[in-house]
């Protein structure tokens, strides 16, 4: 269970304060599939990031399993990261290694044990039909494939909890339906998955709908969904 309790983000410009999240509280059941949805400009990015540990509120807190992140030390902290998958909204691949070597990238970082890369590499990139571009660089690659791969890496580490930022802005309707579709299985397999998007369809892959505007939560539902 992620318990995010009234949590305000506030940043400092040259231009005066930005309120990016104005006083959040939402709680996030493990294995759901939150959809975040609202207008560019409305918060998404910033609260995906606090909730993973990317970033710290300015005030209020989040919790995980009864834990606040904020009292970790550095360690449990980096240990807690490293169960957390991460998709950014623009990939953040390394440009100079392979698909395959961002992979081990992350694995290397999760602490997962060597002897275990391969098997999960491949795993990965076969689900995401990435295989025949395993040796790629990102720079060789279109937005959707780099997309994939940014996905791939994500899963291959097994998270707990898997944060996605705009997963199907680079691809075609097909492919974000088959995306969207392997995240389902995760959520049910009890990974919990929060995502933003702008994309209508998403919704109804999500067990939550959380529409955001100005930094505040407009609109909750929740729903449940035919397995
Ligand atoms: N690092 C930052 N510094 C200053 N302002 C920021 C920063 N990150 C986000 N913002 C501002 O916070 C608000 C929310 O941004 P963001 O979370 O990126 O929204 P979304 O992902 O929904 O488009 C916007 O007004 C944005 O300009
Ligand atoms: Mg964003």
Not at 49 to 59: E, H, L, R, V, Y
Not at 70 to 86: H, K, Q, S, T, V
Not at 145 to 173: F, G, H
Not at 192 to 197: D, L
Request: proline letters at 4%.
């Amino acid at each position: 269970m992620i318990d995010i309790q009234h949590v305000r983000k506030v940043f400092a410009t040259p231009d005066g304060d930005v309120v990016a999240l104005a006083d959040i509280t939402l709680a996030i059941p493990t294995g759901a599939m939150v959809a975040l949805m609202g207008p560019s400009g409305s918060g998404k990015t910033t609260l995906l990031n606090i909730i993973g540990a990317m970033d710290a509120p300015s005030s209020g807190q989040v919790t995980l399993d009864g834990i606040s992140v904020e009292r970790l030390d550095a360690e449990e902290r980096a240990a807690f990261r490293r169960r957390i998958g991460f998709v950014f909204q623009r990939f953040a691949l390394i440009a100079t290694a392979s698909a395959y070597e961002n992979m081990e990238f992350a694995l290397r970082i999760a602490g997962v044990d060597r002897t275990d890369w391969q098997r999960r590499i491949l795993h990965a990139l076969d689900i995401l039909d990435m295989n025949d571009h395993a040796h790629h660089r990102p720079g060789e690659l279109s937005g959707g494939q780099q997309q994939r791969i940014a996905v791939a890496r994500a899963i291959c580490i097994e998270p707990k909890i898997l944060i996605v930022d705009e997963p199907t802005a680079n691809l075609d309707s097909q492919r974000g339906a088959a995306v969207l579709n392997l995240f389902r299985s995760y959520a049910m397999n009890g990974t919990t998955i929060v995502m933003s998007t702008h994309d209508p369809t998403s919704e109804k892959y999500a067990t939550d709908i959380c529409r955001l505007r100005a930094g505040a939560i407009e609109q909750h539902h929740t729903t449940t969904l035919p397995a």
